[in-house]
T-cell receptor
Framework: GAGVSQSPSNKVTEKGKDVELRCDPISGHTALYWYRQSLGQGLEFLIYFQGNSAPDKSGLPSDRFSAERTGGSVSTLTIQRTQQEDSAVYLC???????????FGPGTRLTVT | SQQGEEDPQALSIQEGENATMNCSYKTSINNLQWYRQNSGRGLVHLILIRSNEREKHSGRLRVTLDTSKKSSSLLITASRAADTASYFCATDVHSGNTPLVFGKGTRLSVIA
């Protein structure tokens, strides 16, 4: 079956521009997660959606970052006024419940020049 | 602070040897998971072990969990070049709705 998909796979943007990253989770998965991974580092939690509950935004590094999940399915992560330190791979994952196995998308590699 | 910490940070072995990676964590957990990542892209779930389990097997993988020491180990037996990847442990905190917290990973290189 279809897994988690993310688009674009690569994004190069100029400093100061806004970017939108998209995640299509596995159908029926109620939980959706965004992570950021800098080169050679672990995963940094950004935001978590569970069903119709208010999202857990505790990992967002600044108010330039925001995310929404429409209709309990597709999610968009928006970074406004991008900075060079935003360069990283942004990973999305979904799961059936909150504490089970997470299924990851291939990620979006963001480069801010 | 990091909930899960893998050890070692990097490991290089010959094909056919066993690889052991360790993970330590700080707070009580519901379960602990191990994931593999190839080439810095999406992670793939390997195995989940619950807090009331001590050992679990899946193919060439063996995971142990010692909740008294707050540690877990991942053993890959008879390693292959294709096992070359980064391996991460992930834990969920026992209380609340905190999602998984990932460690920084162990980079495993299996030399043919």
């Amino acid at each position: 079956g279809a897994g988690v998909s993310q688009s674009p796979s690569n994004k190069v943007t100029e400093k100061g521009k806004d970017v939108e990253l998209r995640c299509d989770p596995i159908s029926g998965h109620t939980a959706l997660y965004w992570y950021r991974q800098s080169l050679g580092q672990g995963l940094e939690f950004l935001i978590y959606f569970q069903g119709n509950s208010a999202p857990d935004k505790s990992g967002l590094p600044s108010d330039r970052f925001s995310a929404e999940r429409t209709g309990g399915s597709v999610s968009t992560l928006t970074i406004q006024r991008t900075q060079q330190e935003d360069s990283a791979v942004y990973l999305c994952a979904s799961s059936l419940g909150s504490f089970g196995e997470q299924y990851f998308g291939p990620g979006t590699r963001l480069t801010v020049t | 602070s990091q909930q899960g910490e893998e050890d070692p940070q990097a490991l290089s072995i010959q094909e056919g040897e066993n690889a052991t990676m360790n993970c330590s964590y700080k707070t009580s957990i519901n379960n602990l998971q191990w994931y593999r990542q190839n080439s810095g892209r999406g992670l793939v779930h390997l195995i989940l072990i619950r807090s009331n389990e001590r050992e679990k097997h899946s193919g060439r993988l063996r995971v142990t969990l010692d909740t008294s020491k707050k540690s877990s180990s991942l053993l890959i037996t008879a390693s292959r070049a294709a096992d070359t990847a980064s391996y991460f442990c992930a834990t969920d905190v026992h209380s609340g709705n905190t999602p998984l917290v990932f460690g920084k990973g162990t980079r495993l290189s299996v030399i043919a």
